[in-house]
């Protein structure tokens, strides 16, 4: 996938998310180890990503006893890295962002009440460009 010139400007990210529509998530465990899993990745214009996870699962359980999180996004010749806050949201701002999620990634499971929508809030990230040379490493704190 060919990147925005500065996939550090949130709008420019959350065409780069869109692209891909996944990612990884790493979460905190209890016992402080680290956990991670492929997700789909949603994203809004200013740079806020969003997921679906399994209300059941580690991931939602890890974010409600510790809100920090941290993503990479993409694979080979362009990768961003993101260190956030993640929360579950309820109600109506669930309903929003499930909407936006079910139009950038048709088919979840968004809609299930077995699944949790989080949302990310970035405060830092890291674009790493090899398709430059030297590769270009770009750090932005929002």
Known sequence: ???????????????????????????????????????????????TLFLDAPTSGRTVRNLTAQSRVAVVVGVGAMTVQVEGDARAVHDDE??????????????????SDEFAVIVVRPRWLRAYDTTQHPPAVTEVTW
């Open 94 to 111: 669930r309903a929003r962002f499930a909407a936006e999620y079910e139009r950038q990634l048709p088919g979840s499971r968004v809609w």
């Open 1 to 47: 996938m060919a990147a925005d010139p500065d996939v550090t400007d949130p709008l420019a990210f959350a065409r780069f998310v869109r692209g891909l529509g996944s990612g990884i998530v790493a979460t905190v465990a209890p016992d402080g180890s680290p956990q991670a899993a492929l997700v789909g990745l949603a994203a809004l214009d200013d740079g």
